[in-house]
């Protein structure tokens, strides 16, 4: 459930500097930027920094704002974000070492009628690697084509196929342990 | 069927795309008013740059109409000066004894032409003999003279010297810049030439060594602003606080010089070739902060206006001056907040700086004299904070900053 779009009035207000429009503001972003941010990093240092970064840039580039879906447009920024926070810390090089043809392999039937919390799909989201992690959030989450993830870390469509098939082979992985722990079959 | 496989997983994932209700813990809102205000310096700074050059334009602009109109006054008072250089050239080259008329000083009160029929007019002088000077005016215009200046002297009984072959001569014009030459200074000699001390006297009365002079002008500039910091051998920030040598290694990495804008009005009193020097002073100190390990960066900036004293002594070289000058000065700090990295890295503190700050400052100043009044400067200055201008707990702080300031005064 996507939170309530802001008011205009308040946007109005945040943009021409009013603190107390902006920390609103915040807090109405606030659950589509952590949410977000949860996917990526486990680190609550981590988390905090890119969730405030991210809003930085929402107040500062509010003014180029005109209409859509305002959290949509904030989705975008804290997944820019986190793009740039990857670029910045040198982790995207990794990327590249993948740029060989995806090589199809067998895998294992896999069907999942369980119901995992946030919580538990998170915590498996961070056990893959970080490119693994950003990749398969930028396509199964955020929605992205691997064209355009292709485009955003500047890396090959091949590239950004591989690390999904990475991330959903260790995925599946996980959540067999899960079954297993808990005693549970699944369906495969 | 592996398709639809990717496609379940893929999904289970998706349902993470809908954010939950969530509020902020306060460290998030804190953390956030901290970026805020760094965006905020950074907007102002934008700010900063448009007054810059703004004031930097309007400077120019003063100094330029103060230069002009300091030039116009002087090329006024210059000209009766060559009437009298050339006139008295022309006497004694030329040997030319001219008849002394009766200037009627009612031809003469106000500007128009003195053609050749007002020149004749003139009553002749009984006690001067008169002789042939063929063509004097001509010669004297066309040596670009304005004959016009010596003629219009206003006086009811002035004795002027004319030629006798005046019907050669073209129309002359008065202005009313002649005005200001006094009939007193002009003698006749008896061989009828016209001795030409006068305008000496008249327009360039002499110069009088005042004993003090004063000055007033602007300076602005743009200053290199470098912190140097102590850390306390205990740190006081709980809880689990790095070790004094941790918090020293991660401030000296996160911390670095800035710059600010300098803006001076000041007074100056010359006596000989020394100067007193006061004023009013806008002066920041500060650097700017990047602490990676809290991903939180901005510019601390602690503006004071203050009130400088210093000391110039001048050293001239023709137009050049040197003025080197040492002074001290006392600032009271308008913008006074910053932060910098907690002890325990786990945030930042808001700290204050002092109210009341002093340093001490040298600078040396080339001076250009564009002439008596104006001057143009450029002075590069140091300066060094008087004690610890953030001196908070696990914070403290001093300055130095090394800086160009270029300007103008206008003496009186």
Redesign the interface.
């Known amino acids: 459930?996507?939170?309530q779009e802001p008011q205009t009035e308040l946007l109005q207000a945040a943009t021409s500097?009013d603190?107390r429009a902006?920390?609103a503001l915040?807090?109405l972003c606030?659950?589509?930027l952590?949410?977000?941010a949860r996917?990526y990093y486990h680190n609550s240092?981590e988390q905090?920094?890119v969730?405030?970064?991210a809003?930085?840039k929402v107040?500062?580039y509010l003014g180029q704002y005109e209409t859509g879906r305002f959290l949509s447009w904030v989705k975008r920024i804290i997944s820019n974000e986190i793009i740039d926070e990857y670029r910045r810390n040198k982790r995207y090089h990794e990327l590249y070492k993948f740029d060989a043809p995806v090589e199809e392999r067998g895998?294992t039937?896999?069907?999942?009628d369980a119901i995992?919390t946030?919580e538990q799909?998170?915590q498996m989201?961070l056990c893959l690697s970080e490119s693994a992690r950003l990749v398969?959030n930028l396509?199964?989450?955020?929605?992205y084509s691997h064209k355009e993830i292709a485009n955003m870390l500047g890396v090959t469509e091949e590239t950004s196929k591989w690390h999904t098939k990475m991330a959903?082979k260790k995925?599946?992985e996980l959540i067999i342990i899960h079954y297993e722990k808990t005693g549970r079959k699944f369906v495969g | 069927?592996?398709k639809?496989?990717?496609n379940?997983?893929?999904k289970?994932?998706?349902?993470?795309?809908?954010?939950?209700?969530?509020?902020?813990s306060a460290?998030?809102?804190q953390?956030?008013e901290v970026?805020?205000d760094?965006?905020?310096q950074k907007r102002r700074k934008l700010l900063g740059m448009w007054w810059f050059w703004s004031a930097f334009g309007a400077i120019l602009s003063i100094g330029l109409l103060a230069y002009w109109q300091s030039e116009a006054s002087t090329s006024t008072a210059s000209k009766p000066q060559k009437v009298e250089r050339r006139t008295q050239r022309f006497s004694h080259a030329n040997n030319i004894k001219v008849s002394t008329f009766s200037l009627n000083s009612s031809k003469l009160n106000s500007p128009k032409s003195l053609n050749t029929s007002i020149l004749t007019s003139f009553d002749s002088h009984p006690n001067i003999s008169y002789s042939k000077a063929p063509n004097v005016f001509s010669h004297l215009q066309a040596e670009g003279t304005p004959i016009t200046d010596f003629l219009s002297i206003e006086a009811s009984s002035l004795h002027i010297s004319v030629p006798s072959d005046i019907s050669a001569s073209p129309a002359i014009e008065i202005t009313n810049d002649q005005k200001v030459l006094e009939t007193n200074t002009i003698a006749i000699d008896t061989n009828g030439l016209a001795k030409a001390n006068l305008e000496r006297t008249a327009i360039m009365p002499p110069h009088t060594q005042k004993r003090f002079t004063h000055a007033i002008g602007l300076q602005f500039g743009v200053s290199g602003i470098f912190s140097s910091f102590e850390v306390p051998s205990t740190l006081t920030t709980i809880p689990e606080p790095l070790t004094p040598k941790e918090f020293r290694e991660w401030r000296e990495l996160g911390e670095r010089p800035t710059s600010s804008w300098d803006f001076n009005l000041r007074y100056q009193l010359f006596f000989g070739k020394w100067a007193l020097q006061t004023g009013l002073n806008y002066l920041e100190w500060g650097e700017q902060y990047t602490y990676e390990v809290?991903?939180v960066e901005g510019t601390n900036r602690y503006q004071y206006i203050q009130i400088p004293l210093g000391l110039s002594y001048q050293i001239p070289m023709r137009q050049i001056l040197f003025r080197p000058t040492v002074g001290l000065a006392m600032g009271y700090g308008i913008k006074r907040d910053g932060a910098y990295i907690l002890p325990n890295n786990n945030g930042v503190a808001v700290v204050e700086a002092k109210k009341w700050a002093a340093n001490a400052y040298a600078q040396f100043e080339l001076v250009y004299q564009a002439n008596k009044q104006l001057q143009f400067s450029i002075a590069p200055v140091l300066r060094y904070s008087l004690g610890k201008v953030v001196d908070h707990d696990d914070i403290m702080n001093r300055y130095q900053s090394v800086g160009l300031l270029t300007g103008f005064s206008f003496a009186f």
């Open positions: 459930m996507m939170s500097g603190r902006q920390l915040y807090q606030y659950p589509v952590i949410s977000t996917r240092d905090m920094t969730v405030n970064n809003f930085v107040i500062q895998s039937d896999f069907q999942t995992f946030e799909l998170q989201l398969f396509f199964a989450i955020e929605g959903r995925l599946k | 069927m592996k639809q496989e990717e379940s997983l893929d289970l994932f998706a349902s993470l795309a809908e954010p939950s209700a969530q509020t902020p460290a998030y809102l953390d956030l970026r805020l760094a965006l905020g809290i991903s």
